[in-house]
């Protein structure tokens, strides 16, 4: 079976792994319609005149003819799949709108190691929950009891792992923590860890007016009593902020209205930091994650986008290579046309049609 540009095998395999159904029908709707492109390039028109008609039957079909609906009969058999796994697990579909915080409690009970461990009184959750959720919206990994502990979870155990595992303790001052048992076992752990470590582990959070625990009076703290924004301000001082994963994620997705709507939110600052990331994932061993960081970079339209694409048309994947392909046309560049020209005679059908639709949009005659 030949494989379109989006190909149906990496379709399935990557909707399986992920469990992404809503990714999964997206991938499905871009090969369709990539797909139509080219059989254009490799059907007669007499082929493609009994297509639109449903006379199959009045002829000898060429083979890729038969390789389109062969594939086409499996884009359909998958549709069916994908319903059928969205029936039984609606919970496992990344739906378009979910907030960074429903992603980030999904992904809550990976072992990855966190920015922050909040420690807090119960009696403070609201406070706590607002910046918890105001923190990871900004790219920070957070650990809130709320979103991590499950039902059967040792508290002792569990709460001792994620402050080893954490890169600072975030204590919340206020007159219901001082008090409180459970924060002073937390404070006092996280204070052993940093005279171990020799360097600052625990952050100051002050909520509301309260006894300052001696312990804590000659750090600094983030002032929150008067204005939230500047506490939240001086708190995120403290981190060397980088990657939101929701908006890498986003221009991973494959979705040119999706990675549009996240690269317009990361600041201007920023952007280079995410075009970086995207350029890491072209030497990934997934066709699918070097397609999907392809596609991000050609919707972004990265300056180095004509020499990110020219490389990858030597890629080992007839997928990335024919996507590579595919750009190529679309920019236009006539400094391509030696490489598109030489993939007229790759070894891969599929690459070779696009090279031909590719080699037609830049010179406006046919190969």
């Known amino acids: 079976m030949s494989k379109q540009l989006l190909a149906l095998e990496d379709v399935v395999r990557e909707t399986t792994e992920t469990g992404n159904t809503a990714l999964g029908c997206e991938q499905l709707g871009r090969w369709k319609s990539m797909t139509v492109e080219l059989i254009a390039e490799t059907v ?57 915080d429903d992603v980030r409690v999904a992904s809550g009970s990976s072992l990855m190691a966190t920015d922050l461990f909040i420690s807090y009184s119960s009696k403070d959750a ?12 900004r790219g920070l990994k957070v650990w809130w009891d709320k979103w991590m502990m499950k039902v059967g979870d040792s508290l002792h155990k569990k709460i001792q792992e994620a402050i080893t595992s ?26 052993m860890k940093e005279l171990e470590q020799k360097e600052v582990f625990v952050l100051p959070i002050l909520y509301e007016d309260c006894p300052i625990p001696l312990m804590l009076k000659d750090k600094v703290y983030a002032d929150f009593r008067s204005s939230y924004e500047q ?33 317009a939110k990361v600041r201007p600052e920023d952007r280079k930091l995410y075009v970086d990331e995207l350029v890491k994932k072209l030497p990934s061993a997934s066709a699918s994650e070097k397609a999907n960081a392809l596609t991000g970079l050609f919707v972004i339209r990265d300056p180095a986008l004509s020499g990110h694409l020219l490389a990858m048309t030597n890629d080992s994947a007839d997928t990335v290579r024919r996507m590579a392909i595919f750009y190529l046309g679309e920019l236009r560049g006539k400094s391509a046309i030696p490489t598109i020209t030489a993939r007229l005679s790759d070894k891969s059908q599929e690459v070779r049609a696009a090279a031909r639709v590719a080699y037609r949009k830049i010179t406006g005659t046919n190969a």
């Open 231 to 263: 506490g939240l301000s001086t708190l995120l001082e403290r981190f060397t902020l980088s990657i939101n994963p929701t908006l890498l994620e986003g221009l991973m997705s494959g979705s040119s209205s999706t990675i549009s709507s996240c690269y």
């Open 166 to 191: 954490s890169a600072w303790l975030g204590v919340v001052l206020s007159p219901n923590s001082v008090s409180s048992p459970w924060v002073e076992k937390e404070l006092n752990s996280a204070l």
């Open 44 to 100: 007669s028109e007499s082929e493609a005149a009994a297509l639109r008609d449903k006379r199959l039957g009045t002829f000898l079909l060429g083979q890729p003819l038969r390789n389109f609906l062969s594939e086409a009969e499996l884009y359909n058999a998958f549709l069916v799949s994908l319903n059928e796994a969205i029936k039984k697990h609606p919970e496992r579909t990344f739906k378009r709108g979910v907030s960074s």
């Open 126 to 137: 609201k406070f706590v929950g607002k910046l918890a959720k105001d923190l990871v919206s």
